[in-house]
Every structure is written in C-alpha cells, then in structure tokens.
C-alpha cells in the first residue's frame, strides 16, 4: 500500500460502509436542546439528510394532490412506511435519514388544507370549492390566481389564507411536531419553511430553519412581507439579536433567469459591495446545488467545455408556460463562486462563498432521493403513467418538466454527533457535500502542512485536522514555494453503484483580474489515464435499458487522491472543490419504463451518472 493508500486506509472508519461511521473517540456534550451526556467524534461522522421537505401543508403541495402533513413526512424519513397521497401504495424509504426538516412554504402555511375541513372558516373561501373539487382545471386555475397574488411586486396577501392568527396557530404545531420527533443521537429535526419569493415568476426563494425551538419567533418572516432577500437577512439579523441561530439556504439559481447570484445590482436594490457581501455570508453559507428541480453546478453555456456539465439539467423559470431562462449568467453555482473571487480582489468583498447541499424539494413529505424508488415531486404524478407521460389535462411542454424533474439530491455533514447542535454547527461551517441522491461518502482536506503528515499514524484524522482544512475551510499565508495539496477520498453507496473518477475544479483570478476555471482529474478507476490531448476515455455503461439493470463490473468501491495543485500562483486568490461521478446507472424513467411497461420517452436519458460535490476549500493571498 502507497503513501496515500495508507493514509486513506484509516478513513474507512469514520466512513464506515454498511452504516454510520464508528466514532474513533468520544467526549460528553451538553448543548442547548437536551443532548447533555450525548457521545461526541472529534474527528466527526457523517450524516444524512434533507432540508427542503414540503408536505400538503405548502399552499402548492396540496393544490397539486400531496396530502401529507409534517409528522407523517417525519415518519417517513424515519423508515416508516405512510401512505402514498396519488395512488394505492405505500411510501417508504429504502435506508431512513439521519436528519430532516420539514420546510413548507411560510406563505400561507398550513391554511389550505383547511379548506376541506368544514369546521374551519377557512372553507368558506371563494376559491375553496374549486381547489378541493376535482375539476383539475379549475384547481389550477385557483392556485394559479393565489400564486399570481404571491409573485406579484407588491405582493397581494389574501386576508383569508394570510390571516396573522391563523398563521401563528399552524407555525405553532408545526414546532410541536418538530420537537415530537427529535430524538438527539438518532434522529434530528429543526424547525424550519420556506421564503417564497419569485418576482415575476424568477426563483430567489430560502430555506431558514432554525437550531432549536427554545425562542423561535411567533411566526415565520415569508415573501408575504417582503420578496427581498435584503429583507430577509435583516430579519434574521434580528433573530439572532434575540437570541435565535438560524441559517438560510437558496436554491435553484437555474430557474432565477439570472438573478440568484447577481451579477450587477441586486434585486432587492442593493449595489454589490462588501456590506451587502457580508450580510449574505452571514445568513447564508450553504447553496443548494442539486434537487428535483434541476442541477444548478453549472451549464454549458457558461463551461462548454465541461463534459458532465450537462447533468439533470432543468431549464425553466417558475412560469406556467415552462418559459426557459434569458440569463444563464447568476444562475448558477460555478461561475458565481468564481466570480466572488473577483469581487474580493476589487475590495466588494465575496458575496457567493458557498459550501454545498443536495437537497429534495419533494412536495409529498417524502424525498424519495432513491433513482429506483422514485414517486414524483407532487402527487399528481405519483403513478409511473403519469410521470412519463404526463399528469392529465396537462400540455405537451408542462408533462416534459415532469419528465425532466431529478429524483433529488442528499446533504452529507460532517458533524461531531447527530444532533441539532452537532448537525447545525457543521452546515454553519460548510462541512458539507451535495450528492444527486447515493450516499455515497466524501472526505476533503487542503493545506500545505500535508508535505510531512504521517498516513499510518493512529490519529491521521486529528492531524488532517491540524495540519490542514476540511471542505469549506480557509487556506491563507501560503509559505514561499509551496503549493496546496488536496486529498480527497470517496467511497461508494452500500449496495450501490462503483465510482468513476475524483475531479478538482478549480477557479481563481489571473493577473489581469478574469475569472478562471480548469478541471482536473485527479483519481481514474480502472486504471486509466489522460491521453495526450489529457482526455480520459469514458469509463463504460452496464445499463441495460430493457430490465433497468447494471453491474458493477466497472469502477472502483472507493476512489482517493493526493493532489498538489501544478498551477498554484500564491498571489491569486483561489478556490477548489472536488467532484465524484459515478459509473452510468438507470435513470428513474427507465426503471419506471421497465416496469410497467410503457414506452421510455426519448427526451430523457436512459443513464446517467450520480456524482457528488464537495464544498470548495478558498485559498486568500
């Protein structure tokens, strides 16, 4: 076994196959939310889960036929199995999460359900007949002139639905069963919605949950009261003022025609300065970079170079006229991130320093992340016929987007334990990865202390740790000569699909102030290698379209690389962030296809390949 063999030897045990990682040493916690005496990892696990959960409480969810509500939605996540809301089956997850959030829409939580309930005044709606009625045309039509209420600058709050009272009762349960189903070092839960904002149809919304629920406000700030994230942040400012921790995370900057990132003056009016900067960062360390939406890495407009850049690419606005984005340019991750760099060196500080999620966005309570377990994102969809054809009395270009919907993706943390405090400071400090839904598993560290780290030493963790950063760190001062390295290593699902390759992207700003971007591939299976024009031939594809089927034949169980940069100038600023593919597999509309029996549509792939994302570890001169 090599140098680097025998240092990722010892990572196996904090990225143990079959489970979660074995805790390679323990320390008593007490923390904020009941986890005193809970057994802590220095060295951290790993941890799974999703963030961006709706359930029939979101105004959206229960128009579009998702009946569940929040406790089921945490059964689920649990392994339990709960009722499908579209057909005659059950829900149920193969492997249960060690984390999740229930995030409905703020706007108008909780309220439309009590439409069908005649004891509730609520029923009594003008449009209450039509959106519990089944007449899916004039259900659409309904939530199509609430939407147009929510979207529109300034928004119009219906006073029935947006009722204050209303809306405290419902936040109120929604935090009683948030703390129902919290069990610290086993299953954690936070409180969390949605920021709904979506100025003319463009998508800026936020995830904000909060660490624990000893003080959390009366009711969630929503788009409601303001669609400027400026006004978000502030609010949250005030939270925290009062004794509140609470976090941000946006997401799907590929329906934003331009405006998640921005690349001048920000929606919310704000010049793209270092105090705007700062409030960002603050409030928002974590992007979402992949769900059921659409995968938002980046596109090949803006990388055309990038051969896996086209993955689970989902390319509309919010529009019901399935109308693709003008401006692919602040809609996506890697020229953003890039970009900040730029800012920073022009003294506007670094507005778009984001670690990395997976998250769902399922609209059912269930984030069915599992390709062969898929059900759709909303109920109207939830029978294989509908999802690869259409839901009925839709158009040609709105069953498309069903087509093109992702199963969702996955948040992995690294977190000292699995509560609200451990899993909480680990996504504050973007000790995360993003995959496309495996559970495949992801270590990361930069530095240039790693020349004489010792790879068979009992604590190789701690002195990673020591000598170097994890995904979402800081490098600075780097000594005269040297160059960082990286090391990264990635282990396949349990029972899943091999890998393919380590890739680092990196991005920096050259001497004349451009952004920059180059990839590298830094770990092959197979043992393959560049050829001279430092291609990599593909790595193959088991998949058999017929029977929804592949081998691991291909591809290796883990992957690991230990990589200095060869490019490295110590006076640019720079950031890397690694990238794991995995072998080809089915996507879900073939599995779908192969078991039903109906005709695969040709406008989808019939594999693809699964990856993960690191959160970029910076280097600042």
Not at 135 to 155: C, L, R
Not at 391 to 408: I, L
Request: proline share 7%.
């Amino acid at each position: 076994m090599g140098r680097l063999g025998q240092f990722l030897g010892l990572l196996p045990l904090a990225l143990a196959a079959g489970g979660q990682a074995i805790a390679q040493s323990a320390a008593p916690v007490s923390g904020n939310d009941g986890n005193s005496a809970m057994a802590t990892n220095p060295v951290r696990d790993v941890y799974f889960g999703n963030l961006h959960v709706h359930t029939g409480w979101s105004f959206d969810g229960f128009i579009n036929g998702a009946f569940t509500e929040p406790d089921s939605a945490y059964r689920w996540a649990k392994g339990e199995r709960i009722p499908n809301p579209g057909s005659g089956d059950a829900l149920q997850i193969k492997v249960p999460l060690d984390w999740y959030i229930v995030s409905d829409h703020a706007e108008y939580l909780g309220a439309l359900p009590l439409m069908a309930d005649p004891d509730s005044p609520v029923s009594r709606h003008p449009l209450a007949a039509d959106i519990t009625g089944d007449d899916a045309q004039k259900s659409f039509a309904a939530y199509t002139t609430i939407s147009n209420g929510m979207y529109s600058v300034p928004p119009k709050v219906d006073p029935i639905l947006g009722d204050t009272k209303l809306a405290q009762n419902l936040w109120s349960q929604v935090v009683e069963i948030v703390d129902r189903h919290y069990e610290p070092g086993v299953f954690t839960t936070m409180a969390g919605y949605e920021w709904t904002s979506a100025p003319d149809w463009r998508n800026i919304h936020r995830v904000v949950f909060f660490r624990d629920t000893a003080s959390v406000p009366d009711a969630p700030f929503s788009a409601l009261d303001s669609s400027k994230p400026e006004d978000l942040w502030q609010w949250m400012d005030k939270q925290r003022a009062a004794g509140n921790d609470l976090l941000a995370v946006p997401h799907n900057g590929n329906a934003s025609d331009g405006i998640m990132f921005p690349v001048g003056e920000s929606y919310g009016g704000s010049k793209l300065d270092a105090t705007y900067a700062a409030a960002r960062m603050r409030n928002e360390p974590l992007y979402e970079i992949t769900q059921i939406k659409g995968t938002s890495e980046t596109h090949p407009a803006l990388y055309p170079n990038d051969e896996f850049g086209s993955f689970e690419l989902w390319d509309y606005t919010l529009a019901a006229t399935a109308t693709p984005p003008e401006h692919k340019r602040g809609g996506y991750a890697r020229e953003a991130l890039i970009r900040g760099l730029k800012l920073a060196t022009e003294g506007n500080g670094n507005p778009f320093k984001y670690g990395f999620i997976g998250d769902s966005d399922t609209h059912n309570g269930a984030s069915t992340i599992e390709e062969d377990n898929y059900t759709g994102k909303f109920g109207f969809e939830s029978e294989a016929k509908h999802r690869l054809q259409g839901p009925p009395g839709v158009g040609a270009a709105a069953a498309r987007q069903v087509r093109q919907f992702s199963t969702g993706g996955v948040a992995g943390v690294w977190a000292i334990s699995n509560t609200r405090d451990g899993i909480f400071d680990a996504l504050k400090r973007r000790e995360t990865f993003a995959t496309s839904g495996p559970r495949l598993k992801v270590r990361m560290f930069g530095g240039f202390g790693l020349a004489d780290f010792k790879p068979g030493a009992q604590h190789a963790l701690q002195q990673a740790y020591t000598s170097a950063v994890p995904m979402g760190g800081d490098l600075t001062a780097a000594p005269q000569g040297a160059a960082p390295t990286f090391v990264v290593h990635a282990i396949k699902e349990t029972d899943g699909a091999n890998l393919d390759r380590i890739q680092i992207i990196k991005g920096w700003v050259d001497a004349k102030g451009e952004p920059r971007s180059k990839i590298y591939n830094v770990a092959l299976s197979g043992g393959r290698k560049p050829g001279e024009d430092g291609k990599v031939a593909p790595v193959g594809n088991t998949v058999n379209e017929a029977d929804a089927t592949y081998t691991n034949d291909i591809g290796a169980v883990q992957l690991h690389a230990f990589w200095t940069d060869p490019d490295f100038d110590a006076a640019r600023p720079a950031l890397y962030y690694a990238r794991i593919l995995q072998i080809p597999t089915p996507r879900w509309s073939t599995y779908d296809a192969a078991r039903t029996g109906l005709k695969r549509p040709t406008d989808v792939p019939v594999s693809l390949q699964e990856r993960a994302w690191t959160s970029p570890i910076w280097y600042t001169p």
